[in-house]
């Protein structure tokens, strides 16, 4: 069987004599913005996954719950890895010098952000913690300009901005916080938020100094590596401090396979994402999540929105609306 590339074609193909509706679903479809529905397929399992790991965090705590997503997320990463191998017939590359920093940067800072954004879903609501979170759209634009050099087109960072203020109108309550007690859980989103852009940054740029193989590979090979770092760290660091947690995740296996499988599941569509395009654009994009975290928060915790929460969700669609367009 002849092996599958994924890559680009190297001279665009004539598309005069086919009509501009075909025309668009060729370019919706073409290899350069797949990251769109790789980004909207990865919102969805994040979702999902995070809605567990709450679930999952009065058992184990808050380090435990984190766990789940890299200790039992880790063999399903190697077997998508196997997939993508056999498909792609690419030669597995050893990991360049340039690669491991940008992996390190990836890894350690998704362990903090994971861990404070479950601390923060303890004090305040699904959706509002996770539009929070999403504050990262603005940061990870600036951190990938400053780390890796990537351009936004104006009408993108308007986008990016029209999104970000729709999060922030979304996230805060008429009157401000009234005290340190009640601003903490706002400080723990948003510096999850910068934690989260520097692990997009850090995994994009590992990802592109993967040398001589398609997109997928590149993707899937920096998942498999990034979360057996993070399977490593977090479960010495339970083992040294917490042991009874990690007996308790065993325990748990059930719940913590299926979390730790949408949790890889997400990744795997995410690192794609980044591998295509400037890791601002995906986290832009996902803004949906809001859109499902409401959805979350409705039916399973029975959080209902305000008017207030809906205009800001309307403008995060907006901004979302003209990245894509863009």
């Not at 190697?78 to 992996?103: H, S």
């Not at 910068?194 to 995994?203: E, P």
């Not at 490593?232 to 009874?244: D, G, S």
């Not at 999540?289 to 403008?315: D, H, M």
Request: charged fraction near 10%.
């Amino acid at each position: 069987m002849t092996p599958l590339r994924l890559t680009a074609p190297a001279a665009p193909c004539t598309v005069a004599a086919i009509s501009p509706t075909n025309q668009f679903l060729i370019h919706m479809l073409s290899i350069a913005t797949l990251w769109i529905p790789f980004t909207i397929t990865a919102a969805l399992g994040q979702v999902a996954r995070n809605a567990m790991q709450r679930q999952l965090t009065g058992p184990l705590g808050t380090w435990g719950a984190t766990n789940i997503r890299f200790l039992f997320g880790f063999p399903f990463s190697l077997i998508f890895f196997a997939v993508v191998i056999a498909a792609t017939g690419d030669t597995v590359p050893w990991p360049t010098a340039a690669f491991w920093p940008w992996l390190l940067l990836g890894a350690l800072s998704q362990i903090v952000a994971t861990g404070l954004m479950l601390l923060a879903m303890n004090d305040r609501s699904f959706v509002v913690t996770t539009a929070y979170l999403k504050t990262e759209a603005i940061q990870t634009a600036i951190f990938g300009f400053i780390f890796l050099g990537d351009h936004l087109t104006v009408l993108k960072v308007i986008a990016i901005l029209i999104a970000t203020i729709g999060v922030i109108i979304t996230a805060l309550r008429p009157g401000g916080e009234k005290s340190f007690a009640e601003l903490k859980p706002t400080i723990i989103g948003l510096v999850a938020a910068a934690a989260f852009a520097l692990s997009a940054i850090g995994f994009r740029g590992a990802i592109i100094t993967v040398p001589g193989v398609s997109f997928v590979t590149a993707a899937s090979y920096t998942l498999v590596f990034g979360l057996f770092v993070q399977t490593l760290v977090l479960t010495i660091y339970l083992l040294v401090r917490a042991p009874e947690v990690l007996r308790k995740i065993f325990g748990l296996w059930k719940p913590s396979m299926l979390a730790g499988f949408m949790g890889a599941f997400a990744s795997q569509f995410w690192f794609l994402a980044f591998a295509l395009t400037a890791a601002a654009n995906v986290r832009t994009l996902a803004l949906v999540e809001v859109l499902f975290a409401q959805a979350v928060s409705y039916y399973s915790f029975k959080q209902p929105l305000s008017g207030r929460e809906l205009g800001g969700i309307a403008l995060i669609v907006i901004g979302v609306a003209l990245l894509v367009a863009v």
